[in-house]
């Protein structure tokens, strides 16, 4: 199937010289376009997640977004409740989604991809979030590892994996987590040494997410144990997981997110090719400057997806509260206390928006820095559980029960505080720049 991405570049290039790359083509039509600028916020909409609402985007961008809420809703929503009990989402869904290029949306053409930029990738965040699907690990495949590959594989590396990943067919995962160290990256175990032309890796991972699926795993290793700071002696790796001496653990049980896999990875005389290590020469104890250099986005689409699902609490509990009766009416024309807590929430997720897409604009220009990549993931996380919780309130005792999507949010929204950095460490980068 034609993806929709592609679509839209050509509805562009009608307006726009054919000369600028496609990625480029969608950022100069995002600032240029006086339309663009006149769009309403989705706070003025009938719903907050309103398509053709928000002044990053374009009418271009509704096409994908039409799109892609369409997908989930046929695609993935129908069978998530199956994919809970299961552990993990079907091995067609993954091809699905690339067959209808909501994949690694940004890699270029050159790679099996379709140029598009980082607004379209947001565009699958968000609309994952407004679905209340938390099983498919898409994002941490296409706009956390998919990046390092663009960024700073060789071209050998980028043809090898990445027409796979844009196809759904090679499922990617992120390895750096360890059991002694998760926020504090420079406190890892694992080892690669140097053997001849191939490295020997040992040691272990754990909450990796896609774990049970994943047919490549970046690799965060020792490279260098005698370097004067951890950091510089950190280097990453391509691994395919068929190789032998690579094993996976349990699918951990969680208390939300039942349909991601999550799980533990164990490496025992592991031995990959020079090849395998990400940017080979280029990469050599480089790992650690690389996670630096690619940790605003990861931070950003956190916060995208936590916004995202503040505004989805919010609209299905105007919903119940609209039509649920006590004393003779119904919650929300009977209780004033009532509608002025949905009067704050929908306050507090309005602003909460309004930074989030600020944000998202500076990095569709390059401008994210870390200190503010940082605060959005820490109050967009924060603003997803509080707003979760609040509404929850409301349902009374049915928000209680997991049938009910407002259980659901509130029980998979809690590690969001927790992963890509936990809240606390969020907030000690905010301050060092202070």
């Known amino acids: 199937m034609q993806s929709i991405i592609s679509t839209a570049s050509r509805t562009l290039s009608a307006t726009v010289s054919r000369s600028v790359a496609p990625s480029a083509t969608f950022a100069r039509r995002t600032l240029s376009d006086e339309a663009a600028a006149l769009r309403p916020d989705n706070c003025h909409s009938p719903t907050m997640m309103e398509i053709g609402t928000r002044r990053p985007f374009t009418e271009d961008h509704d096409i994908v977004r039409q799109s892609c ?77 998919g990046p390092y590959v663009v960024n700073h594989g060789t071209e050998e590396q980028k043809h090898m994996w ?6 759904g067919k090679k499922i990617a ?9 998760g926020s504090d990256l420079q406190g890892m175990r694992t080892t690669a040494t140097r053997d001849g032309d191939d490295w020997v890796i ?20 020792k490279t260098d144990p005698d370097a004067a700071k951890p950091a510089a002696g950190m280097s990453l790796f391509l691994v395919d997981t068929s190789l032998p001496g690579f094993s996976r653990g349990q699918n951990l049980d969680k208390i939300g997110m039942k349909a991601q896999d999550t ?3 164990f490496f025992e005389d592991l031995r990959v090719p020079h090849s395998a290590l990400l940017g080979t020469d280029a990469g050599m104890n480089r790992g650690f400057y690389m996670m630096m250099q690619e940790l605003p986005q990861e931070r950003l689409l956190i916060a995208s997806m936590g916004v995202a699902a503040a505004e989805a609490c919010f609209e299905m509990t105007r919903d119940y509260v609209k039509e649920r009766k006590a004393f003779g009416t119904t919650l929300f024309k009977g209780m004033q206390t009532i509608r002025h807590e949905l009067a704050e929430i929908k306050t507090e997720v309005a602003v909460g928006r309004a930074f989030y897409d ?46 009910y999507p407002i259980a659901r949010a509130f029980i998979d929204g809690r590690v969001q505080q927790i992963y890509g950095g936990a809240n606390e460490v969020m907030k000690e980068l905010i301050a060092r720049s202070i």
């Open 173 to 181: 995962a992120l390895g750096m987590t360890e059991p002694s160290a």
């Open 162 to 167: 990445l027409p796979g990943m844009v196809e």
């Open 202 to 221: 040992n040691g272990s991972k754990v909450f990796i997410t896609n774990g049970q699926m994943c047919d490549l795993l970046i690799l965060a290793a």
């Open 358 to 403: 600020n944000c998202l604009m500076l990095h569709n220009e390059g401008r994210l820095d870390s200190q503010m990549a940082s605060m959005a993931k820490y109050y967009c996380t924060d603003l997803q559980n509080k707003t979760a919780n609040r509404c929850l309130q409301l349902f009374g005792g049915w928000g209680y029960m997991t049938e």
């Open 69 to 145: 809420r369409r997908w989930w809703e046929q695609e993935v929503v129908p069978h998530h409740a199956q994919w809970e009990k299961d552990g993990q989402i079907s091995r067609e869904c993954w091809e699905s989604a690339g067959a209808n290029g909501f994949l690694a949306m940004t890699t270029p053409e050159d790679y099996g991809g379709y140029g598009g930029s980082i607004l379209d990738a947001n565009i699958m965040w968000e609309e994952q979030s407004y679905s209340g699907c938390t099983g498919p690990g898409f994002a941490i495949h296409s706009d956390i590892c």
């Open 263 to 265: 799980s533990e990875l």
